[in-house]
C-alpha cells in the first residue's frame, strides 16, 4: 500500500477508532485467561443476577456467572469463528471461483450449475437446514456457514477473473506460452486479491451477525460455551427484570460489526481511487 492510500487510511478518524476497537478486541480474546476476574463458567446460585460491584464489575447473569469475563472469552469465540469461517469460504471460492473463470467451458457450466442451485435458497435459511439436520455445535456452525455462503464469494470471483483474463497483458502471456497456472498466480491472483479483501472486511460483520443469529435461536453455538448470541439467548428471559444482561452482548455485537463495517468502507476507498464517495 502506498503513501497517498495509507493517508487515506489515516486521515479518517471514524477508520481510526474502529482499528484500534478491534485491535482492542482481538487483544481481549488472545488474552482472556489473563484478563478475566473469574472462570467464565463457574456457576454460583448464591449470587445470581447481582448488580455491578467492585467483585462483579458488570453483574452476574442467572447462574452467578460473571458477566464481563463471559464477554471477554465472548469476544474469542464470536470473533474468532467469524474469522475461520471467512477464511475457508475464500480459500474455496477463490480455488473454485478461479478454475471456473479461467477454464470455462464444461468445467465453468458444472460449477456454476452447481452454485445456481444452491443460489436459489437464501443463505441464512440454507445455515439453518443444515443445522436442523446435522445439529447445534461449534463444527457444525462453522460446516453450515461456509456451504452456505462460499457460492456468492465463488460467483463474484469469477467475475473478475473472466473480465482480468481479458486484459492485453494476460493475452500477450499466453501468446507467450506462459503455463496457465503461472497466469493465474502471478497474473490474476494478485489483480483479484485487493477487492477479495474488501468484501471479506466488509463481510464479516454480517458473519458475525449471522452467527450470533443463530446461536440466538438456539441452533449455533451451545451453553455453557460464552459465546454473545447464546448470552442473548440466556438473558432475553430476563428482559424486563434486567435488561443490562441483554445489553452487554448486544453492544458489543453492535460495534464490531459498525467497525468492520468502517474499515470496510475505508478499505475500499484507499484501493479504489477511482471510486469517490459522497459523505
Not at 482499528?19 to 488472545?30: H, K
Not at 457460492?151 to 492485453?168: D, E, L, P, S
Not at 494476460?170 to 485487493?194: D, E, R, V
Request: glycine content about 8%.
Amino acid at each position: 500500500m502506498d503513501s497517498v492510500m495509507w493517508k487515506k487510511l489515516t486521515s479518517n478518524r471514524l477508520t481510526l477508532l474502529s482499528c484500534t476497537m478491534l485491535i482492542l478486541m482481538l487483544v481481549l480474546a488472545l488474552f482472556a485467561p489473563w484478563l478475566t476476574p473469574h472462570d467464565p463458567n463457574f456457576v454460583s446460585l448464591e449470587h445470581k443476577l447481582e448488580r455491578p460491584s467492585a467483585a462483579y464489575w458488570l453483574g452476574t447473569d442467572h447462574l452467578g456467572r460473571d458477566i464481563l469475563s463471559r464477554l471477554i472469552y465472548g469476544t474469542r469465540i464470536s470473533l474468532g469463528i467469524s474469522f475461520i469461517v471467512m477464511v475457508l469460504i475464500i480459500i474455496i471460492s477463490v480455488a473454485i471461483g478461479t478454475l471456473s473463470g479461467y477454464s470455462g467451458g464444461v468445467i465453468d457450466r458444472i460449477f456454476m450449475r452447481f452454485c445456481d442451485l444452491l443460489m436459489a435458497f437464501p443463505s441464512l435459511i440454507l445455515s439453518l437446514a443444515m443445522l436442523g439436520i446435522l445439529g447445534p455445535g461449534l463444527v457444525n456452525v462453522i460446516f453450515a456457514m461456509v456451504m452456505s455462503y462460499w457460492v456468492w464469494y465463488a460467483r463474484w470471483i469469477r467475475g473478475m477473473v473472466m473480465t482480468a483474463k481479458q486484459q492485453n497483458f494476460i493475452l500477450a502471456a499466453k501468446i507467450a506460452g506462459t503455463p496457465g497456472y503461472k497466469i493465474i498466480w502471478f497474473h490474476i491472483l494478485p489483480n483479484i486479491w485487493p477487492p477479495t479483501i474488501v468484501l471479506a472486511t466488509l463481510n464479516l460483520g454480517s458473519m458475525i451477525l449471522s452467527i450470533s443469529g443463530l446461536s440466538f435461536l438456539g441452533l449455533g453455538i451451545q451453553p455453557p460455551m460464552p459465546e454473545w448470541g447464546a448470552m442473548l439467548n440466556d438473558s432475553k428471559q430476563f428482559l424486563k427484570s434486567n435488561p443490562m444482561l441483554m445489553l452487554y452482548p448486544g453492544l458489543c455485537i453492535m460495534l464490531v460489526v459498525m467497525a468492520f463495517n468502517f474499515i470496510g468502507d475505508a478499505l475500499r476507498d484507499a484501493l479504489d481511487p477511482r471510486q469517490e464517495r459522497m459523505r
